[in-house]
C-alpha cells in the first residue's frame, strides 16, 4: 500500500508539474493571464491581442517588443490557433492536477494541517492547537485563513495589473523620447547656427560701415588738406614773387624804386591781410609853402644869375618876386631854409668853373637815363607826387595838375620808398616762413593721416575678427552644451527605460507568483502569501517614477547680453511715441508725445479706462506680444523716475505697486538711488555712473526684459518672467524740471 501511494504520489507530481508547466505557457507575460486571443510577434513571443495593442497605441514608427525589447517598424501581429488550443487545455487541467488531492501533514503530529496560526503565520494541526506553543495564539480554521489569504492576493493582482500598464505607458512614452530629443536638439542646433550667422551677418555689415565711414573721413580731410596745400602753395609763390619784386626795386634809381611803387605796395599790404598804412608823418615835413620852391624852379632853363647863403641857385628875377613876398622873413624855395637878410650873390663865376669842368667830363656816361627825364618838359624828375605816385620835374609842379598836391624831393621820396617798402618786406618773408611752415605741416599731417587711418582700419579689422573669433567660440561652446545636455538627457532616458523594464519584470513576476501561490495547497500558500502580500503592499505605495524631461533650456538667452547692444539692438530699435490718453493728469506731455514730465496743477482730462489716475505714468503708443524690441530714453540729470514696461491688463486706477506680480517691471532712479522693482522687494542697483539714456531690450519669446546705459551700454539689470499678454513701454517721472525725452 505505501509503495503504491509513493507510485501514485510520483506520477502525480510528474502530472503537476506538467501540467504547472502547460500552464505557465498559455499565460500572457503582460496580464499574467491565460492567453485570451493570442498573437504572435515578428520576433516569435506571443501576447493577448489586446495587451499587445494596448503597449503599442501610443507608437507612430516604432514598435518595441515588451519581452525581448527587440524592435520594429511595422506592428505585425499573427493570431496563434494552436496557441489558443493550449490555452484551453489548460484551463480544463483546474488550478492543480494533484496538489489539491493531497493534504499537507504535521511533521510533528502526523494530523492534517486544518488549522492557521495568525501569530506565527503558518499551519498547525489541531494537536498543535492546543500545545503550549500556540495556547495564546489567534488560530483559525486553514480554510478561512486561504480564503481570505486569497481573496487579498487576488485584490492586488488588479491594481498591480493597472500600475503595470502605467508604467508600459511611461516605456512607451520614454522609448519616443530619444526620437523626439534629437528633433528638438537638432532644432535647437539649428536656431543657434542662424543666429550666430545673423551675428556675423550684422558684424560685417557694421564692418562694411565703419570702413566706409572711415574712407569718408579720410578723403574729407585729404581733400581739405591738399586744398589747404594748394592753397599755401599759391601765397607761398604769390608771396615769393612780391619779396622778389620788391627787393629787385630797393637798389634800383629813384625813380626806378618810386615806378609803380603804389602798386607794389597795395600788393605787400593785401598779401599780409592788413589796412594798408596812411602815409608817414615825415613826409609832411617841408611842405608848408611848398608851391613857392616849384614856382621859383618854374624857369630852370634860364640863366641862373645868383645863389642864396644856403647855397641853392635861382633867377635874380625868380628869387626877387619871392623873397618880395615874404618880408621880413626869408627862406629857401628848395630846403626851405629861414634868412633874416636877403643875400642874393651873383653865381656866374661859380657856373663859369663847373662848366669848364664838365666840358673834360664824359657826358654820356652822366647823362641820366631817359626814364629819369620828364617826356614832356624833358627836364630832370626831381620832385615826386605823393598824390599821383609819379616823379614830376620843376615844371610839371606848375602845372594845374599838381598845383595843389603834395610833392616832395624825390630823393626823400624814394628814401621813404624804401624804407616803406623795407618795412614791409620783413612781414612778407615772416607771412612766407608761417606759410611753408603751414604747408609743411598739412603736407605731414597728410602723411600722418594716411598712417593713423591705415592703423585704424587696421585696429577695425582685427577688432571685427576678434568678434568673429569670440562669437566662433561662444557658437562652439553652446554647440558643445547643446549635445552634452542632450546626451544628458538621452542617458536619463536610457536609465529610465532599464528602471521601468525592471518594474515591468518586478510586478509581472510578482503577479505570477501570486497566482502560483494562490494554486499551491493551503499550507504552502498560506506560507507564502503573507510574504507576497508585504511585496503588494510595498510595491502599491512605491512612488511612480516621472518620465525623463526633454531638452527645455534656452541655449540663446545670453544674446540679450552678447553683442546685441552694439549690433543686434540697432536692428530692433523701436520709436516709442507717448499715449496721451494714457497719461496721469499730473504729467504734460509735448504736442509730438516724445517728451513728458511732471506738474504741480492738475489737468482736467477725461477719464478714459487706460488712463493712471494716480501713479504719474504714461504708455508707449505700441505694444508688443512677441519678438525682440529696443527703445532708449532720455533721462538726464532728472531727480525721479522710472521706466519699464507695463501688461496691458495691469491695474491704472488708484496706487498700485510697480512689481511684476502686478504686470509692471521697472528700474526707478529716486535721488542716487537705482532699484529694479522687483517682488517682494525691490533689489538695489549698483551703477559705476550715472546714465543720461537708457536703453530697454525686450526679448518676449526669451522673456526677458533688459536695461542699459544707453551710452555706453553697460548692463544694468535683466528681468526673466512669463509674459502672457501684450506689453507696453510705460514711463513715470515726479520731476517738474528735467523731462524724460523718448530718443529716436
Known amino acids: 500500500m505505501a509503495d503504491t501511494d509513493s507510485s501514485c504520489a510520483k506520477g502525480m507530481s510528474l ?38 495593442s494596448l503597449c503599442w497605441r501610443n507608437l507612430d514608427s516604432s514598435f518595441t517588443c515588451p519581452q525581448c525589447r527587440k524592435r520594429s517598424h511595422k506592428p505585425l501581429l499573427t493570431p496563434n490557433r494552436q496557441l489558443a488550443s493550449m490555452v484551453k487545455i489548460a484551463q480544463e487541467l483546474g488550478p492543480s492536477v494533484c496538489s489539491l488531492q493531497q493534504e499537507t501533514q504535521c511533521e510533528k503530529h502526523g494530523e492534517k494541517l486544518k488549522l492557521f496560526c495568525e501569530d506565527d503565520q503558518k499551519a498547525i494541526c489541531v494537536v498543535c492547537d492546543r ?58 542646433r539649428k536656431i543657434i547656427v542662424s543666429k550666430f550667422e545673423e551675428l556675423h551677418r550684422l558684424l560685417n555689415e557694421e564692418k562694411r560701415t565703419v570702413l566706409s565711414n572711415l574712407e569718408d573721413r579720410r578723403t574729407e580731410l585729404h581733400n581739405k588738406i591738399q586744398s589747404n596745400i594748394i592753397k599755401l602753395t599759391e601765397q607761398s609763390s604769390s608771396l615769393q614773387q612780391l619779396i622778389k619784386e620788391a627787393e629787385g626795386k630797393l637798389p634800383r634809381t629813384n625813380t626806378d624804386v618810386l615806378k609803380d611803387m603804389k602798386s607794389l605796395l597795395l600788393r605787400c599790404e593785401h598779401a599780409r591781410f592788413q589796412i594798408p598804412p596812411t602815409v608817414s608823418s615825415e613826409l609832411q615835413r617841408g611842405v608848408n609853402n611848398i608851391h613857392v620852391q616849384y614856382a621859383a624852379l618854374t624857369n630852370i632853363l634860364n640863366k641862373l644869375t645868383v645863389y642864396l647863403d644856403c647855397g641853392h641857385n635861382f633867377c635874380r628875377t625868380c628869387i626877387t618876386q619871392h623873397l618880395d613876398r615874404l618880408d621880413p622873413y626869408f627862406s629857401c624855395p628848395v630846403c626851405a631854409k ?49 598824390v599821383d605816385q609819379e616823379a614830376v620835374c620843376l ?6 595838375r599838381h598845383k595843389s598836391h603834395a610833392v616832395f624831393p624825390i630823393e626823400e621820396a624814394a628814401q621813404e620808398c624804401k624804407e616803406h617798402l623795407q618795412t614791409s618786406l620783413d612781414p612778407l618773408k615772416h607771412e612766407l616762413a608761417d606759410i611753408e611752415n603751414c604747408k609743411s605741416s598739412d603736407e605731414l599731417k597728410a602723411a600722418l593721416l594716411q ?47 532599464k528602471k521601468y523594464e525592471a518594474q515591468i519584470s518586478s510586478i509581472s513576476t510578482l503577479v505570477m507568483k501570486i497566482t502560483e501561490t494562490c494554486e499551491k495547497t493551503p499550507a504552502e500558500m498560506l506560507k507564502d502569501g503573507q510574504a507576497y502580500l508585504n511585496r503588494c503592499e510595498y510595491k502599491m505605495q512605491e512612488r511612480p517614477m516621472c518620465g525623463s524631461a526633454l531638452l527645455d533650456k534656452k541655449f540663446l538667452a545670453f544674446l540679450g547680453h552678447y553683442v546685441g547692444p552694439n549690433l543686434l539692438l540697432k536692428k530692433y530699435k523701436e ?8 497719461a496721469q493728469p499730473y504729467l504734460i506731455l509735448s504736442a509730438d508725445g516724445k517728451t513728458v514730465k511732471y506738474s504741480f496743477v492738475k489737468q482736467n482730462l477725461p477719464d478714459y479706462p487706460e488712463r493712471f489716475d494716480f501713479e504719474p505714468c504714461v504708455q508707449g503708443c505700441e505694444g508688443f506680444t512677441s519678438g525682440r524690441h529696443y527703445w532708449e530714453v532720455e533721462v538726464g540729470v532728472g531727480k525721479h523716475w522710472a521706466v519699464g514696461i507695463t501688461a496691458e491688463s495691469a491695474k491704472k486706477k488708484g496706487r498700485n505697486r510697480f512689481t511684476p506680480k502686478m504686470g509692471i517691471w521697472s528700474v526707478e532712479y529716486v535721488y542716487d538711488y537705482y532699484d529694479a522693482l522687483t517682488f517682494p522687494k525691490p533689489t538695489r542697483l549698483s551703477l559705476k555712473e550715472r546714465p543720461q539714456k537708457v536703453g530697454l531690450y525686450l526679448d518676449y519669446e526669451q522673456q526677458q526684459l533688459s536695461f542699459y546705459n544707453a551710452e555706453n551700454m553697460a548692463h544694468i539689470y535683466t528681468f526673466t518672467d512669463s509674459f502672457k499678454e501684450k506689453v507696453f513701454p510705460v514711463f513715470g517721472t515726479y520731476d517738474p524740471v528735467t523731462p524724460l525725452r523718448m530718443c529716436c
Open 395 to 400: 615844371v610839371c609842379r606848375e602845372s594845374r
Open 131 to 188: 500545545a503550549k506553543e500556540h495556547r495564546a495564539h489567534v488560530v483559525v480554521p486553514i480554510v478561512e485563513a486561504v480564503i481570505e489569504c486569497k481573496e487579498k492576493l487576488y485584490g492586488y493582482i488588479v491594481p498591480l495589473k493597472r500600475k503595470l500598464e502605467d508604467v508600459l505607458i511611461l516605456t512607451t512614452e520614454e522609448e519616443k523620447k530619444p526620437a523626439e530629443l534629437k528633433t528638438k536638439v537638432e532644432a535647437e
Open 451 to 497: 598712417e593713423n587711418l591705415k592703423r585704424l582700419k587696421e585696429t577695425v579689422l582685427s577688432e571685427f575678427e576678434a568678434l568673429h573669433q569670440v562669437m566662433n567660440t561662444e557658437e562652439k561652446m553652446l554647440l558643445a552644451r547643446l549635445k552634452q545636455e542632450g546626451d544628458k538627457i538621452l542617458k536619463n532616458i536610457d536609465a529610465n527605460v
Open 338 to 386: 629861414v634868412f633874416q637878410d636877403r643875400n642874393l650873390t651873383d653865381s656866374w663865376p661859380l657856373l663859369k668853373q663847373l662848366t669848364e669842368r664838365l666840358k673834360k667830363v664824359d657826358i654820356k656816361a652822366l647823362a641820366e637815363p631817359e626814364e629819369s627825364q620828364c617826356k614832356t618838359h624833358k627836364l630832370p624828375l626831381l620832385l615826386y607826387c605823393a
Open 15 to 52: 502530472d503537476g508539474n506538467a501540467a504547472e508547466n502547460l500552464q505557465e505557457e498559455a499565460t500572457c507575460s503582460i496580464c499574467l493571464d491565460y492567453f485570451k486571443d493570442p498573437v504572435m510577434t515578428k520576433c516569435g513571443h506571443n501576447f493577448c491581442r489586446n495587451c499587445i
Open 575 to 582: 520709436i516709442v511715441t507717448l499715449n496721451a490718453r494714457t
